[in-house]
């Protein structure tokens, strides 16, 4: 298992109202003095499907987290905003947008837990949202066998959160995205779902073809609902029944929507390396196939006439150390796509 930074200390929420001149460091002292109540952005965040801000918390002095009360999910998640350094409370001004998606298993604390994205982004005018997706929601709306319904993470994502931060807190119009395993499939099954919603993605390890070699792809995906007690069928449905569900979700499948924006890719082998523990075991399994299914995206995209970094680096194994490289390597493709000035 990867070795996280140490976690932040969380202070505790923060309350009440204040002149629109407040600073963030003021919010920041009057959290840890015990305010209670929600701030002046929490007071009108809310999307059109009734989705709303019932709660917020900082946890560092960027780091804002909100709870969110949510139609498309039926339920209460959280998101964490890296803010950018000139950000403050109710802000008039806007700034261009970073999402950053977690992998199966572990939650939006997890960037800011492993890596120094907050070091990385302490000079660039972006925002950085790293949203809750579930254990495995795979950044999709569940078929659920026809019936739909929630969880509805796409339209979480990409309609309700989006509306919030561009509402509330101070997210501009002009966008990246990208993301770790089945965070890497979600930045480019968005990017590629949304033309233009995103001006550049990247994928850590992604998950990018979820049909590759057919039933290798699938069961990979599978496997992962069946190990943490979902049903596997439904998510897209049957493979082959649902055929096209699946096509609508695959990142390989998507690529001819992905041409017009720069991309990035990167993955290991498997095999330990540079950045892996003494003695760490290979992994067999997972790294392998995202860096073949990795390889085969590249290559439709390249074929199609895309832009593609790739970074299919050899050993390595599916661990954090790789991920930071990668995001250190990926961010000034991503930062210049966006405008994200460097101070």
Not at 85 to 104: D, E, F, I, N, R
Not at 176 to 186: D, E
Not at 190 to 195: E, I, Q, S
């Amino acid at each position: 298992m990867p070795r996280p930074f140490a976690p932040r200390k969380s202070a505790p929420d923060r309350s009440g109202g204040g002149p629109s001149a407040i600073s963030r460091r003021g919010f920041v002292l009057g959290a840890a003095a015990g305010m209670t109540a929600l701030g002046l952005g929490a007071a009108v965040a809310r999307a059109d499907t009734g989705a709303r801000v019932v709660s917020e918390r900082y946890v560092g002095e960027r780091l804002l987290d909100l709870t969110i009360s949510s139609p498309a999910l039926a339920a209460t998640v959280p998101v964490r905003l890296l803010l950018p350094a000139s950000w403050t409370p109710a802000p008039k001004k806007t700034w261009p947008v970073l999402y950053l998606l977690h992998g199966s298993g572990d939650d939006y604390t997890s960037w800011t837990r492993s890596t120094d994205v907050e070091e990385l982004t302490g000079h660039s005018e972006m925002l950085v949202v790293m949203p809750s997706a579930g254990r495995d929601g795979f950044y999709s709306d569940w078929l659920n066998h026809g019936a739909g319904g929630p969880p509805r993470w796409e339209t979480f994502h990409l309609t309700e959160l989006r509306e919030i931060l561009e509402r509330s807190y101070g997210a501009g119009t002009v966008r990246a995205i990208a993301g770790l395993s089945m965070g890497g499939f979600g930045a480019m099954s968005y990017a590629g779902r949304h033309p233009g919603m995103f001006r550049a993605a990247a994928a850590y390890s992604g998950l990018l073809h979820t049909t590759y070699q057919n039933a290798r792809g699938s069961s990979l995906i599978q496997g992962v609902l069946v190990k943490d007690g979902y049903d596997p069928f439904a998510l897209w449905g049957d493979p082959i029944l649902n055929a096209d569900v699946w096509a609508a979700h695959n990142p390989y499948m998507l690529a001819d929507r992905l041409v017009g924006i720069p991309l990035y890719v990167a993955c290991g082998n498997g095999q330990p390396g540079a950045l892996d523990p003494p003695g760490a075991p290979p992994d067999a399994l997972i790294e392998p196939l995202c860096c073949e299914e990795s390889a085969a995206f590249a290559d439709r995209v390249r074929a199609l006439g895309g832009s593609i970094t790739t970074e299919l680096y050899g050993p390595g194994t599916h661990n954090w150390p790789w991920w930071q490289r990668d995001l250190h390597h990926s961010f000034p493709l991503l930062a210049a796509a966006i405008g994200a000035a460097d101070g």
